[in-house]
């Protein structure tokens, strides 16, 4: 690890890989199921530690997400993926729930908007009523013996109803701390955070729980995905969510920005010492081939050069 790594930056940074959830959600362009088990596969053989296969959600509101089921099942069979590896996925109600305990989800993300306006376009339900169902489920799923990330998504701001108030944000993280979860989210699903910003929740709410081990979400739509990591890292976060190629965006948002990308952010942390066991020559591999599989010049860096 070089000299300049110290400090909260000496802990493990772990990899989120989101780029088949989050990342294809936005592509009108359904992708073959066999063609996501190869780009599963390679992700998992370039060494990241958690791998979002999909989202539990209605297939005709989403459709690139309708073979999530599917894909679990596969990567869930004996010999599949790393022994060291987590196959995560999200759902948003319990209809989706029931449906990743049937396939063999290993983490649960589930999590709640800080936006009266996006929760609702998102899930269909209030803030508070989303709260009170998401700890449920949660409780549900940590009963039957599986990891839970609980996040709370427009944290940094929304799309629709601009600047999102801080104490509103650490009031739902306080309630899922309160609640017993110690694996929280902050996403920045709009992505109209801050370094200063990230700063300021994520050092609340390690203040107060220092045992959380929290989770950043950062999307580029504004430019600074990288430099909100960056921030994400200074104050102690452990866990970064990023797409290949930088891929993604949410649907349910009013502008929809690409994720901070996995091999420029692994660029990024190599660079100070850090993840040296991550392929990154295999990542860039698999953004070339997200670029010509949708013949077209994606958000990543890296993979350009």
């Known amino acids: 690890m070089s000299a300049a790594a110290s400090g909260p930056e000496t802990r493990r940074v772990l990899l989120h890989e989101v780029g088949l959830r989050d990342g294809l959600q936005m592509e009108k362009q359904v992708v073959p199921l066999e063609q996501k088990v190869r780009w599963a ?4 053989e370039a060494g990241v530690d958690v791998v979002q296969l999909g989202s539990f959600v209605h297939p005709g509101k989403v459709p690139q997400m309708a073979d999530t089921d599917a894909l679990f099942q596969h990567f869930t069979a004996p010999g599949r993926k790393p022994a060291g590896a987590t196959l995560s996925g999200l759902v948003l109600n319990e209809k989706g729930l029931e449906r990743g305990l049937a396939c063999g989800v290993e983490l649960f993300c589930m999590g709640v908007s800080a936006s009266e306006t996006h929760s609702q376009k998102n899930t269909g339900m209030s803030v508070a009523e989303a709260t009170t169902r998401i700890i449920a489920m949660a409780q549900q799923a940590a009963g039957a013996g599986k990891k839970v990330q609980l996040s709370v998504q427009s944290a940094f701001g929304c799309g629709f109803e601009g600047p999102v108030p801080a104490e509103r944000v650490l009031g739902i993280a306080g309630r899922f701390l309160e609640a017993g979860f110690r694996n929280l989210s902050l996403a920045d699903t709009a992505g109209q955070g801050t370094p200063e910003q990230v700063e300021q929740l994520f050092g609340a709410i390690l203040q107060r729980a220092p045992d959380a081990e929290c989770t950043a979400h950062f999307h580029n739509t504004y430019g600074l995905g990288m430099a909100n990591c960056c921030a994400a890292l200074r104050v102690g976060v452990k866990c970064f969510e990023s797409a290949v190629a930088g891929l993604g965006g949410c649907p349910f948002t009013k502008v929809a920005g690409g994720n901070v990308c996995t091999e420029d952010l692994v660029y990024y942390l190599q660079r100070r ?33």
């Open 41 to 44: 596969e390679a992700l998992l």
């Open 273 to 305: 010492g850090l993840r040296p066991d991550v392929n990154r020559a295999r990542l860039v591999e698999v953004a070339r081939d997200l670029s010509r599989f949708f013949a077209r010049e994606l958000p990543g860096m890296i993979y350009k050069i």
